[in-house]
């Protein structure tokens, strides 16, 4: 399995990006996935996910800001972000989830076997 996350930068608030996540190794249209963050000095954090069904859930943090999308097609996940704040500032991960895991268990990071290597967004103010 490998993901390959990338489209992190500099960005200023209230600006937007679009994260990508490239997967291979596995077959990508039968697997949750999700965004995962890391702050500086914070532990790792739910973002976002979707499943194989295409039902997505994310972070109140993130709630009306962030949109998780998938392209079965291209084994490719995204993560669109706008009105990036200054807080949003992160090493970005994507993860398979395992197929075991439930709707609840998708926010706890020790239910997924796989991490991309991540990308940093920073948000100036």
């Known amino acids: 399995v490998q993901l390959q996350a990338s489209g992190g930068g500099l960005v200023q608030a209230g600006d937007s990006l679009r994260l990508s996540c490239e997967a291979s190794?596995?077959?990508?249209?039968?697997?949750?996935l999700s965004w995962f963050r890391q702050g500086p000095g914070k532990e790792r954090e739910f973002v976002a996910r979707i499943t194989r069904s295409r039902y997505t859930g994310y972070a109140d943090s993130v709630k009306g800001r962030f949109t998780v999308t998938r392209d079965n097609a291209k084994s490719t996940l995204y993560l669109q972000m706008n009105s990036l704040k200054p807080e949003d500032t992160a090493v970005y991960y994507c993860?398979?989830?395992?197929?075991?895991?439930?709707?609840?268990?998708?926010?706890?990071?020790?239910?997924?076997?796989?991490w991309g290597q991540g990308t940093q967004v920073t948000v100036s103010s």
């Open positions: 993860a398979v989830a395992r197929q075991t895991a439930i709707l609840s268990s998708l926010q706890d990071p020790t239910w997924y076997d796989h």
């Open positions: 190794g596995f077959n990508f249209n039968t697997y949750t």
